[in-house]
């Protein structure tokens, strides 16, 4: 074996390919010419991203003390989104081309002041475009937020917004959290659920979509001890990827700038991935002061506080606010994984996933479709599936199958030879390595087990 031959900065266009060949993304209607910033996830993709959201889980609700779970509404009272500022404020400038007619947004071109934050215009001077050098309009406002009807009638009145972001949820759940569940500050609130967004430019695969999903958590403490409370979570989000294998030196922590920061932030930090196009957002971990609470007190008439029994008196709590993406990791956690590898004078791409996130964790092969082979891979096969997600495959040479496992990150092939027929073992093999153990048919289940570390 040797070094890779290619590290971590991949072309997107070689994961687009190895994505739509095996199954992990596809273009959304693709038969229809697709719908740009929507994607759908495969058989092998659908694994990642629930492998994903369940490691998120995990590590937000299940282990810790302090957190409970939410799953609320896609679309609300419209009222929410004007009390949380998205209908004035949620917007980017955009500007277009008065010769090809292209689109930018004008925070995303040279010659404005960067501004990633939404609800920031772009100043500065007017640059030219970036496709043609022609003569750009001035930026105008543009909402991201989609809008729908809700009963028969398409008017005003009706009109609701497809939610882009979780978080709303959780703020306007405040207090009915808090009463079902006696929570003492600090406490959290963690979702998982999909989010919209009129995205004007949508692009680089996954990394920017009109359709996501979010993973947030909305963190309750004590005004006060919010900067502290600040910290903590920065560490341990970023730790959260580190555990999932990402590679350190592609893994950054960005503290904003003051001018980069949205409207109801005190202090935001992003962690960032070291994607092909630079340095990029995968989570933004904002402190979002007591801007939600309050203002959703004042637009719904309901008193949104906590009861202090220290201090005897009623407080709005702060909030920090860790809000990852759920494509981004998977995207991030695609490119960290990916190898190309020389063996034996071939080449061997491999993904190197964490087995906790690998869509397939061992595949079932026979050493050939020798009917004498078949029936014992099979019953082999019959034995894992209760406990994880296998694959069974038989077609083609045996070396054709290593690879196509490497390929989607499975992390052990188990192989039934015709000396299983003899001494009832099969043997494991394991994809990093490609070292090979001789296990009893009986143990496998353990053995399996052993290795797969709790997943
Ligand atoms: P950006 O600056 O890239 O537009 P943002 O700062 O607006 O992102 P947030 O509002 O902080 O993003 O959203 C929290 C997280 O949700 C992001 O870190 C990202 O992982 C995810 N996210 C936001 N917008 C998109 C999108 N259009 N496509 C995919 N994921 C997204």
């Known amino acids: 074996m040797t070094e890779p031959a290619v590290g971590p900065r991949i072309d997107m266009e070689i994961l687009v390919s190895l994505s739509k060949r095996r199954g992990f993304v596809f273009q959304s209607s693709e038969i229809y010419g697709g719908l740009g910033g929507f994607w759908d996830y495969g058989p092998l993709g659908v694994e990642l991203r629930n492998n994903v959201k369940r490691a998120w889980w995990k590590a937000a609700v299940q282990e810790r003390d302090d957190i409970v779970g939410l799953d609320a509404s896609i679309l609300m009272n419209p009222r929410v989104w004007v009390a949380s500022g998205h209908v004035d404020t949620f917007a980017d400038p955009m500007v277009d ?16 002041v960067a501004a990633s934050a939404h609800g920031h215009a ?14 750009l309009t001035e930026p105008r406002m543009f909402n991201l937020m989609f809008k729908t009807f809700v009963g028969p009638v398409e008017e005003q009145a009706s009109t609701v917004y497809l939610r882009p972001e979780t978080a709303q949820g959780m703020f306007v759940n405040f207090d009915n959290v808090l009463t079902s569940t006696r929570r003492k ?16 430019t949508p692009g680089n695969f996954i990394f920017r979509d009109r359709e996501f999903e979010q993973m947030e958590i909305e963190y309750f403490v004590k005004p006060g001890t919010d900067e502290e409370w600040h910290q903590h979570w920065v560490e341990a989000r970023r730790n959260w990827y580190l555990g999932l294998g990402i590679r350190q030196e592609n893994l950054r922590v960005r503290r904003l700038e003051k001018e980069e920061l949205a409207h109801y932030a005190k202090d935001t930090y992003e962690v960032e991935y070291l994607f092909p196009m630079g340095w990029s957002e995968l989570e933004g971990i904002a402190n979002r002061t007591d801007f939600d609470l309050r203002r959703h007190a004042e637009f719904s008439g309901r008193q949104l506080t906590y009861y202090d029994e220290e201090s005897g008196e009623h407080i709005v709590p702060y909030v920090i606010e860790p809000s990852a993406g759920v494509d981004r990791c998977f995207l991030a956690v695609l490119f960290d994984g990916y190898r190309e590898e020389t063996v034996r004078g071939e080449k061997r791409v491999l993904l190197r996933l964490h087995p906790s996130l690998a869509p397939v964790k061992a595949a079932v092969l026979p050493l050939s479709r020798h009917e004498s082979l078949v029936p014992p891979a099979r019953k082999v096969w019959d034995l894992l599936r209760p406990h994880w997600m296998t694959q069974y495959d038989d077609s083609q040479s045996i070396g054709r199958r290593y690879r196509r496992q490497d390929e989607v990150g499975t992390p052990y092939c188990v192989t039934v030879d015709f000396d299983t027929l003899e001494d009832q073992a099969v043997t494991i093999r394991e994809r990093d390595s490609m070292d090979q153990v001789r296990v009893p048919i009986a143990g496998l289940v353990e053995a399996l087990r052993e290795r797969l570390a709790g997943v």
């Open 122 to 135: 772009a100043e500065g001077g007017v640059a030219r475009c970036p496709e043609c050098g022609g003569e």
């Open 185 to 200: 500050l600090p406490f959290g609130i963690a979702q998982i659920g999909k989010a919209f967004r009129n995205e004007i």
């Open 97 to 112: 081309c008065r010769e090809c007619k292209k689109r930018f947004r004008a925070d995303d071109l040279e010659g404005h």
